[in-house]
């Protein structure tokens, strides 16, 4: 079945600094896959997605492309600010009309003025 | 896109008693979801509740402990029954609009069963 991996954290950082977020995923096909953001206290949001390999999303100052030959979507932000304090979670849906979505784990992510 | 309410955001709660959350979608949707997020864990389906059928339970999830209703395309219920602290968790009534099938979710109900 579908599953997806993500880098554990907390993740630590100053603000400013350059952020990765590992995503690498499973999955028959050509699944979409997305970032989604739950900021504390609040329901998750869609951050962004990418439908097809070598797409990129992008939203917010946050990246992510589409890898199908390392089956990954690695999010990046080039200069993190205080307000990105906040879980991230990777996820993916199968492809063809709507499929379940399936979460990883979520990423905690801090930044610190 | 979609925007969704959920009414408690959140309540503490007996053990033994039963909750009932509402949810309500600022449009007509087909396809809405129930979650469950337990403290530090990801996201758990707990069932989808299309308009017009009966909910379907993933494995895990029982109607009986689970009761949930859909009487139109944009509300719909979920109880959570005879309540244990293994119940504390967040849930979070969600939705898919139709093409391009993006999945929008409400800002949860934190629940604590004491």
């Known amino acids: 079945g579908n599953s997806v991996t993500q880098m554990e954290g907390p993740v630590t950082l100053s603000e400013e600094a350059f952020l990765t977020i590992n995503c690498t995923y499973t999955?028959?096909?050509?699944?979409?896959l997305f970032w989604y953001v739950q900021y504390p206290g609040e329901g998750l949001q869609l951050l962004l997605k990418?439908?097809?390999?070598?797409d990129k999303g992008s939203n917010k100052g946050f990246e992510a492309t589409y890898r199908k030959e390392t089956t990954s979507f690695h999010l990046e932000k080039g200069s993190v600010q205080v307000s990105d304090s906040a879980v991230y979670f990777c996820a993916l849906s199968g492809s063809g009309g709507y499929q379940k979505v399936t979460f990883g784990t979520g990423t905690k992510l801090q930044v610190i003025p | 896109s979609a925007v969704i309410s959920q009414k408690p955001s959140r309540d503490i709660c007996q053990r033994g008693t039963s909750l009932t959350i509402q949810c309500q979608v600022d449009?007509?949707?087909?396809?809405m979801f129930w979650y469950r997020q337990q403290p530090g864990q990801s996201l758990t389906l707990i069932a989808t509740?299309?308009?017009?059928?009966?909910?379907?339970?993933e494995s895990g999830f029982v109607i009986d402990k689970f009761p949930i209703s859909r009487p139109n395309l944009t509300f719909s219920t979920l109880t959570v029954s005879n309540m244990s602290p293994e119940d504390s968790s967040i849930y979070l009534c969600?939705?898919?609009?139709?093409?391009?099938?993006?999945?929008?979710f409400g800002p949860g109900t934190r629940l604590t069963v004491t």
């Open positions: 509740a299309n308009q017009g059928s009966e909910a379907t339970y």
């Open positions: 969600s939705v898919v609009l139709d093409r391009p099938y993006e999945q929008y």
């Open positions: 449009s007509q949707v087909t396809m």
């Open positions: 999955a028959t096909g050509y699944p979409s």
């Open positions: 990418a439908t097809k390999a070598d």
